[in-house]
């Protein structure tokens, strides 16, 4: 502990300014100040941006990981019986996964105990859209969470206070200093929470693409495996699939709209690729924690929880169990609703080439459904609908997104956004691949 007070903020950070390789007591003298106060804000974000330029490495990002999650309270959920299993998502557009996948994995019988993060950047924050249900309660307690997971099979809240606090911080401070892409922050902070979280089976959603934090398979390759290697060092059982996002997964981007998505998608009234990802994801749930032998099998007993109902009924008595309006799932006008839309047609016949993703999740933060900085108040009712997807034929003057906008909504900017991030080509193209590949121990 003495060895951790003579270390001064600036020591640490001109070391790593420098391309120094920090040692266990100083990255735990930087968690520890992060946590009690003793680093400012301006020298957290110095540190990062120095982390952010020259690198981690694995040795570096590997106590950066357990020091994030012994920085608070490592929960234990023995009391929960049964498999206890979490999904991550590195952040997507659309990506409204955990909404769909957490109500039918627990319909099979796998402990759902999820804990949640809000928006990131342009992507969205599974907290957020959860907020969007009237009544929504996202800040259980550690006993109402195990309690809630115990008996309905499946929780979705924030981190505690008490959970991984160091990580609560600097997630925030990512957001604001352009350093949400860097690896070893990134490896970290999934960690750190799932580590602390306690669950035994974690599948981590990868993304990659235009609108991923890591832009190509190489880059969302190399951040999989890491995350594989340490979270397997720590003795729970972690895998990885590589999906795209060189569109939006879903078709609906904003708080309000995804909830009203993953219901369409529950309900059966939607299929797609944001229902093909949950599945996949669920089905690796389901068969890393010894329910079925193989994913395909995976696949199709989640397949029948949305043709029996099943999994709709698991999110109403979720949403109910945390205080939400369990009516929404029958009734999706209970939701909040923009004041106005706009739609942005085809000016050419052709097909629709390609998606800059990042622009579209931009765009919707510049209606309000993301945060410029960590104190911007959201306006949840905000977003935009997506009408064609990338391969789609396109004629002039077909709509091929909308915007729900507020009165806060920076509209002319969005719109030419979304306008540019659309590129129409003259001949077909292909659609993406959806999932590129599974990366496990």
């Known amino acids: ?74 929960l234990d959920l023995r009391g929960i019986s049964g498999v206890k299993a979490d999904k991550h998502s590195t952040g997507g557009v659309g990506d409204t996964t955990s909404l769909i996948l957490v109500p039918l994995v627990a319909c099979c019988g796998v402990k759902m105990a ?49 959970l991984a606090p160091a990580d609560k911080v600097l997630y925030a401070l990512r957001d604001v200093t352009g350093t949400v892409d860097c690896l070893p922050l990134v490896v970290s902070s999934i ?17 990659t693409g235009s609108g991923a ?30 999906t795209d996002m ?30 093909t990802v949950s599945l996949e994801l669920g089905a690796h749930i389901l068969r890393n924690a010894g329910r079925v032998q193989t994913v395909r099998a995976g696949v199709e007993l989640l397949e029948e929880k949305i043709r029996s109902g099943e999994g709709l009924m698991k999110l109403r008595e979720m949403i109910a169990a945390q205080g939400g309006d369990p009516r929404v799932v029958e009734d999706v006008s209970l939701l909040p609703k923009a004041k106005a839309k706009i739609d ?26 993301g945060r410029e900085k960590k104190t911007d108040e959201l306006d949840l009712s905000v977003g935009v609908v997506m009408h ?27 719109y030419n956004l979304l306008k540019r991030s659309l590129k129409i080509g003259k001949e077909p193209v292909k659609k993406p691949t959806l999932i590129h590949e599974v990366v496990e121990e």
């Open 1 to 74: 502990m003495s060895e951790i007070l003579r270390l001064s903020p600036c020591e640490i950070i001109r070391k790593k300014r420098f391309g120094g390789e920090l040692n266990e007591t100083e990255i735990r003298a930087f968690v520890k100040g992060v946590v009690d106060g003793s680093f400012a804000d301006y020298q957290i974000a110095a540190l990062l941006m120095a982390i952010c330029i020259n690198g981690m490495s694995e040795r570096e990002t590997l106590a950066l990981t357990l020091e994030m999650a012994k920085s608070g309270d490592m």
């Open 114 to 162: 999820k804990m949640s993060g809000r928006g990131l950047g342009f992507t969205g924050g599974t907290l957020d859209k959860l907020e969007s249900i009237p009544g929504m309660r996202i800040d259980l307690s550690t006993d109402e969470f195990e309690r809630q997971v115990n008996e309905v099979g499946c929780a979705i809240i924030g981190q505690t206070a008490e």
């Open 191 to 207: 960690l750190s929470k799932k580590l602390a979280a306690g669950c035994d089976v974690v599948v981590l959603d990868v993304k």
């Open 213 to 242: 934090i890591m832009d190509t398979p190489e880059k969302s390759r190399k951040l999989a495996e890491l995350m594989v290697r340490i979270g397997n060092l720590s003795g729970k059982r972690f895998s990885a699939v590589i």
């Open 246 to 275: 060189d569109q939006p997964l879903g078709n609906y981007i904003g708080n309000a709209l995804e909830v009203e998505e993953a219901i369409h998608v529950l309900a059966g009234r939607a299929d797609g690729d944001l229902k």
């Open 344 to 369: 942005l047609k085809a000016d050419r016949d052709g097909w629709l080439a390609a998606i800059c993703t990042a622009d579209v999740g931009n765009a919707a933060k510049l209606l309000g459904a």
């Open 388 to 414: 064609k997807r990338i391969g789609d034929r396109v004629r002039e003057g077909d709509v091929l997104c909308t915007l729900h906008v507020g009165e806060r909504s920076d509209r002319i900017g969005a």
